[in-house]
């Protein structure tokens, strides 16, 4: 990361950002899904869950709170409606 004092000040700043995304691509990637499973089973595209994963778009916490679980479970909403 260098020695750089902004660099580093600024990383740390986003430690905790970067901490989570990586906690969102666990799932993803022990479940062996790509980013366009993922944004079908959220009702979205695949380019908004590589936004998210990359860091370039931030979302609501109950948003990302909803991409774990179902990297997890392989649950689809419309496997759930009558």
């Known amino acids: 990361m260098g020695k750089n004092p902004v ?3 600024e990383y740390e700043e986003l430690e905790d950002e970067f901490a989570l995304l990586e906690e969102l691509l666990k799932p993803r990637r022990k479940a062996n899904m ?3 499973d993922v944004a079908r089973r959220i009702n979205t595209k695949a380019p908004a869950v590589a936004g998210i994963e990359s860091g370039g778009q931030q979302k609501t916490f109950s948003f ?5 679980p179902v990297c997890k479970s392989g649950w689809l909403p419309s496997e759930n409606i009558s």
């Open 34 to 36: 790509i980013q366009e």
């Open 7 to 9: 660099f580093m000040a």
């Open 64 to 68: 990302y709170c909803g991409i774990a």
